[in-house]
Structure formats: C-alpha cells, structure tokens
C-alpha cells in the first residue's frame, strides 16, 4: 500500500466523522509474525484510529490500530471484484463508504466508523429510536 493511499484514508475518517480521528504515524509499527513453526519480526505503518472527546467507560476501547498489511488484503480482495473501487484506490482517492468498508473488514468488525449514509445506518438508527 502506499502511504498516499494510508493518509488519504486518515482525511476521510478525519472529514466525515465526528467520533472518531485518524492519525498515521511517521514511524513504523513493530509486530511478529508467525512464518511456519518461527516467529519473525515485521513493520509496517499505522492506521491509528481514536476516540474523539470524553470516553464514556473506561473499560471500553478508545484507539484502534489498523495495520497497513490488513487493510491491503482487503483492498486487493474487493479490488478483484469491483473495477471502479481498485481504480479508485489507485488514484488515492477512495470514498467514504470505500473506507468504512475497509476499516471494518481489516478489524474484524470490531470498528464501525458510520461515515457513510448506507441504508444499513439508516435501519439501525431507525431501530434505536
């Protein structure tokens, strides 16, 4: 992935979204990988996604890291099934739903973002009021 891409995705989140806030730092991540029975070491930049403004509890989560790596498997596995989608993100210009999608899958869906005006926000919003 390129960092044009990581820090255009960081200005979506940051434009769209009231509660969250996307910041890429300059410095790599370290983390291990497992490569058949070894571990080895491996680096790659941050998403790092937070709560904006007070924490409600604090035993809930309030940052995310997303790793470059996750969010490229998912950018090439919905690249091979939409053509406008893989253009977009080669030009770095990716849209709102395109990041809300990525950042979901690349979590596990333990992240919604809600920057999109999809008609499943709309039904869950309708279902909580």
Not at 11 to 35: C, L, R, S
Request: net charge positive; proline share 3%.
């Amino acid at each position: 992935m390129r960092p044009e891409l990581l820090y255009s995705i960081a200005d979506v989140i940051n434009a769209h979204g009231d509660t969250y806030h996307a910041v890429v730092p300059f410095a790599k991540h370290d983390y291990m990988v497992q490569e058949g029975s070894r571990l080895v070491r491996s680096s790659c930049y941050v998403l790092r996604v937070m709560l904006s403004g007070k924490a409600k509890n604090h035993v809930r989560r309030t940052v995310w890291n997303v790793y470059e790596g996750d969010m490229d498997k998912i950018i090439q596995k919905i690249s091979r099934r939409d053509k406008a989608f893989a253009e977009r993100m080669k030009t770095c210009n990716p849209s709102p739903r395109d990041v809300e999608w990525i950042i979901r899958r690349a979590t596990l869906k333990s992240l919604t973002l809600k920057i999109s005006n999809s008609s499943y926000h709309l039904y869950v919003d309708c279902i909580k009021n």
